[in-house]
Nanobody, 116 residues
Framework: QVQLVESGGGLVQPGGSLRLSCASS????????VAWYRQAPGKQSELVAA???????NYPDYVKGRFAISRHNDKNTVYLQMNSLKPEDTAVYYC??????????WGRGTQVTVSS
């Protein structure tokens, strides 16, 4: 059974940092493309960071320079380092692992709230 479990969310003040983790089981994560998405209340889900299995990364403009995705292959875990957080970064953050069309796995999400 494949599981992706996010952790590390919480309440942080504007300008602060958080590191999210996505621990996987049942798959070998380093052969997957992985990504982090987020969804704020009343808004559509949006990509915040992606990493191909070759190590290429991609960030949308609204997080570029502030967020960084990384992998720890020995721990089968993906991280999202988030710096200079803004109130508009408040959302539930989800981890995704993708390999081809049939292997598309999601975690249940972790809440990030940026507020003073």
């Amino acid at each position: 059974q494949v599981q992706l479990v996010e952790s590390g969310g919480g309440l942080v003040q504007p300008g602060g940092s958080l590191r999210l983790s996505c621990a996987s089981s049942g798959i070998i994560l380093n052969i997957y493309s992985v990504a982090w998405y987020r969804q704020a209340p009343g808004k559509q889900s949006e990509l915040v960071a992606a990493s191909t299995r070759g190590g290429n990364t991609n960030y949308p403009d609204y997080v570029k320079g502030r967020f960084a995705i990384s992998r720890h292959n020995d721990k089968n875990t993906v991280y999202l380092q988030m710096n200079s957080l803004k109130p508009e970064d408040t959302a539930v953050y989800y981890c995704n692992a993708l390999l081809g069309l049939r292997n598309d796995f999601w975690g249940r999400g972790t809440q990030v709230t940026v507020s003073s």
